[in-house]
């Protein structure tokens, strides 16, 4: 019978002992959280965070919401498919007892006539931002109430959003996903410049700056949109957008 002896434990680093004297964790970790084999390379950030774990938000925690929001702004004009409505009230349905009925969604997107000709198939979807290297869980929970929620925009018309997707998030494949594909919720995910460095490990994209993401992904399940500048692909499939439409929010 086969006896697996092990892999020695690594000597940590002069920089791993300079965090650990600083009280930064060094837990590391990859995928969903599982503690890596001795020896194993990795990519820590300087909060002791493997910036590739889906379970927490894209980007660094110095990557406030503020800064992501604008980007996330920047990118919908940019694509301008959608009309735009932003910090919306609104009301929960179906509260728990002794839950506030009041909530307010960051994003609202309606597809211009032109996205759902190519084949648009989130309906009307909110946005929840949060910042940079920000664990998902709380959000999440906050987004079920969104989807049981109906907000006001303009001329008392209300709207229910068929999707919620979360930004900036790649999503996961663990339990959470499998509730978030059951509540309607999902993930919109900045797309990276193609000629972007992967790490040689992961396979990943390195990590490039808010303003460097030249589209969005929106996927929940296998409902998926890839949208950049003048070009959408749905379900795999790549189309070319008219050029020089005033749709969407300007």
């Known amino acids: 019978q086969h006896v697996h002896q092990g892999t020695p434990a690594r000597v940590p680093s002069e920089e791993e002992e300079r965090r650990k004297g600083s009280g930064v964790s060094l837990e590391i970790t990859w995928g969903h959280g599982m503690p890596l084999e001795p020896n194993t390379p990795t990519v820590v950030n300087q909060y002791g965070l493997d910036p590739y774990r889906d ?18 702004d920047e990118l919908l004009k940019e694509c301008g498919q959608f009309q735009v409505w932003r910090e919306v009230p609104g009301h929960l349905m179906h509260p728990m007892p002794g839950q506030s009925t009041a909530v307010r969604i960051d994003r609202l997107l309606r597809p211009s006539n032109a996205l759902i000709a190519q084949g648009w198939k989130f309906g009307v979807i909110g946005i929840e931002a949060k ?8 959000a999440l929970a906050q987004m079920v109430d969104y989807r049981r929620s109906l907000f006001s925009i303009d001329g008392g ?6 999707y919620v997707l979360l930004w900036p998030w790649r999503g996961n494949g663990g339990p959470s996903w499998s509730q978030c594909i059951q509540q309607r919720l999902g993930a919109a995910t900045p797309v990276h410049p193609s000629s972007a460095e992967r790490d040689p490990f992961t396979g990943h994209q ?13 996927r929940s399940g ?4 890839q949208l950049r500048p003048g070009r959408v692909i749905i379900s795999n499939e790549q189309r070319v957008l008219a050029q020089g439409r005033k749709t969407g929010s300007r």
Do not use: Q
């Not at 910042?131 to 709380?138: A, I, W």
């Not at 018309?157 to 068929?162: D, E």
């Not at 296998?222 to 949109?225: I, K, L, M, W």
């Open 131 to 138: 910042r940079g290297g920000e664990k998902v869980g709380p």
């Open 55 to 72: 379970d927490y938000t894209m980007g660094e925690r110095t990557d406030d919401e503020t800064t992501l929001v604008a980007r996330l």
């Open 222 to 225: 296998d409902t998926f949109a």
């Open 206 to 218: 390195v990590a490039v700056r808010p303003s460097d993401w030249d589209g969005i992904n929106f």
């Open 157 to 162: 018309i209300t709207l229910h959003p068929s």
